[in-house]
């Protein structure tokens, strides 16, 4: 699912971006941007749902 797959994103470490100059403390942490696309599809995904 896209949620296990944002959560999966906490054990990598960050190669760009904003949190590239703090990534060993990054480690552990999902990354934001793969949290909200997840949100996001799930919300989608319930909408389709209802209208289906």
């Known amino acids: ?3 296990a797959a ?3 994103t906490a ?3 960050p ?3 904003r949190a ?3 990534a060993e403390k990054s480690l552990g942490t999902p ?3 793969a949290h909200s ?3 996001i599809t799930r919300a ?3 909408a389709l749902l209802e209208h289906h």
Request: without cysteine; hydrophobic residues 45%; glycine residues 12%.
């Open 20 to 22: 590239r100059p703090h």
């Open 6 to 8: 944002a959560a999966a």
């Open 44 to 46: 989608v995904h319930g």
């Open 11 to 13: 054990d990598l470490l």
């Open 31 to 33: 990354d934001a941007g």
């Open 15 to 17: 190669r760009r971006g």
């Open 37 to 39: 696309l997840a949100l």
């Open 1 to 3: 699912t896209a949620t």
